[in-house]
C-alpha cells in the first residue's frame, strides 16, 4: 500500500528533507505541508535554512529563485494545516525542529 493508504499515520518525521523537496525538486512549500498533512496527524519536522552548508550544496550551480523559502513562510504555510506545539533550536546550526498537530481530522 502506498503511504496514503496506510495513514494517517499517528507521528511522522521529516529530518531534513524539507530544502531537498522545495530546493532540488521544485516543490512549493504549500504542496509539502498539504501531503504531510495526508500522512501524519502529528509531525516531527526539521527546517534547513538556506544559508546551512547542506542547502547551499543543493543551491550551488543554479540561480537561486527560492524567494519563499524561509522559516517565516514554512511557519505561515505549514500554520495553515498545523498547529505549532513546540519549536527548537538545534543547537551548532541554524536549524529548528518543530512539533506540529494537524488542526483537521481530514
Sequence with gaps: LSLHERGPADVGMALALIHHLAIRNNLPLSHIAQELSRMSKNLIFEFVP?????????????????????????????????????????????????????????
Excluded at 52 to 64: E, N, V
Excluded at 88 to 94: K, N, P, Q
Design 50 to 106: 538556506r544559508d546551512d552548508p547542506q542547502c547551499q550544496k543543493l543551491l550551488s550551480g543554479r540561480i537561486d529563485t527560492f524567494n519563499d523559502y524561509a522559516i517565516e513562510q514554512f511557519r505561515c504555510v505549514f500554520g495553515s494545516l498545523f498547529n505549532l506545539e513546540a519549536e527548537v533550536s538545534v543547537l551548532a546550526s541554524r536549524r529548528t525542529v518543530f512539533l506540529l498537530t494537524r488542526r483537521d481530522s481530514h
